[in-house]
């Protein structure tokens, strides 16, 4: 197979991860005999610096381009606090979502069982879970209409969505629930907000194609709480793009760190696959970040892009391998890892690419 793959470092330890990610691309590549041939685009803060755009056309052009883009991460602490910045790294992300129609984010929260003890919450409680997030990305109060009155002393943030938008998230949502375990919630805030009656309505409107999964409805605050009380009863989660957020990072802690999730964005066009993690400018530059989440993006590439199951297998296995010889980042670490087997960025990269 012959594919064309952009790699998009962006900010922080997205430069760090995405070199294990493609590196991880590269030996699949030559152990099952495909072709991918890459390019490198800027986006986020570095792009604002060398071109004062976050996403420059080049970059878009180079995106549209491609069969598939390998993305690390946006954001640099300058902008953090402050708020009244008009350019900013996430400027870039939200444009990309929209320019490649990438509405449905999928984020498979899969647990090693090697890292039960790396999570906050008891393993008889986490064993056994496996959840698969869809979050709508396009539409929300991400996207509406934003301003300030009152002489700025007022702001306001618009939550709108549009039937179609619900629509197309939802029947992706159900055609997973299919392939699964037949069940679905989807997650809203109906007893509240307008737009979330209108997402019920279309969900229910939706089943109807779906006569055997079972489908449960659950409000936002709800649902955090069970997501930490049992998160054994979640198998595939349909929700909007600012509970879809906050939701799938809470999830994250499921897995033992967010450096261990995995996301793929897609759509329209050319799939977008990145950790969920930000740019952890904290940690930038010191060779500590967990590269697992690239590389478990990368697995999602080929499973989704290029329907390469086998390929996408070897990398989860690389992983469960490394793993079960005990190597570990400092993130998925616990007071039983020896301090000889926690390794920084590029050596834990070297063992996961040994065992592939």
Not at 13 to 35: C, P, R, S, W
Not at 53 to 74: H, N, Q, T, W, Y
Not at 150 to 164: C, L, P, Q
Not at 296 to 312: P, Q, T, V, Y
């Amino acid at each position: 197979m012959k594919k064309h793959i952009l790699v998009v470092p962006g900010d922080g330890i997205g430069q760090e991860v995405t070199v294990v990610g493609k590196k991880a691309l590269e030996k699949i590549a030559a152990k099952f005999g495909h072709d991918f041939t890459y390019d490198e685009a800027l986006m986020g803060h570095v792009a604002i610096e060398a071109t004062g755009d976050p996403l420059p056309a080049e970059s878009l052009e180079k995106m549209r381009a491609s069969d598939a883009i390998l993305f690390g991460a946006v954001g640099h602490a300058k902008y953090d606090n402050d708020p009244h910045a008009k350019v900013r790294p996430e400027q870039g992300l939200l444009k990309m979502r929209k320019e490649l129609g990438l509405f449905a984010n999928l984020r498979p929260i899969k647990l090693f069982d090697e890292l039960l003890g790396a999570s906050s919450i008891k393993p008889e409680i986490l064993k056994g879970a496996d959840i698969l997030f869809f979050r709508e990305l396009t539409g929300d109060v991400y996207f509406g209409e934003r301003g300030r009155l009152n002489e700025g002393k007022t702001a306001y943030d618009t939550m709108i969505y549009s039937k179609y938008e619900v629509e197309r998230i939802a029947r992706k949502a159900f055609d997973a629930a299919m392939t699964r375990g037949k069940k679905l919630m989807s997650v809203d805030k109906a007893n509240v907000l307008e737009s979330s009656r209108l997402w019920r309505e279309t969900v229910l409107e939706v089943a109807q194609d779906y006569p055997e999964v079972e489908l449960e409805h659950q409000f936002i605050d709800a649902a955090a709480m069970l997501l930490i009380k049992d998160p054994k009863r979640f198998d595939v989660v349909v929700t909007g793009n600012i509970f879809g957020d906050i939701l799938t990072d809470e999830a994250s802690q499921i897995a033992g760190s967010m450096g261990m999730l995995a996301s793929a964005s897609v759509g329209e066009s050319t799939g977008v696959y990145e950790p969920i993690h930000g740019s952890g400018h904290d940690i930038a530059g010191k060779g500590v970040a967990n590269p697992m989440a690239s590389v478990l993006s990368a697995a999602l590439l080929l499973g989704i892009s290029f329907g390469l199951k086998a390929e996408s297998e070897a990398l989860i296995n690389a992983i469960d391998g490394v793993l079960k010889a005990g190597w570990r980042t400092r993130d998925i670490a616990d007071k039983t890892t020896p301090a000889d087997k926690i390794l920084g960025t590029d050596a834990i990269g070297k063992e996961i690419l040994d065992r592939i």
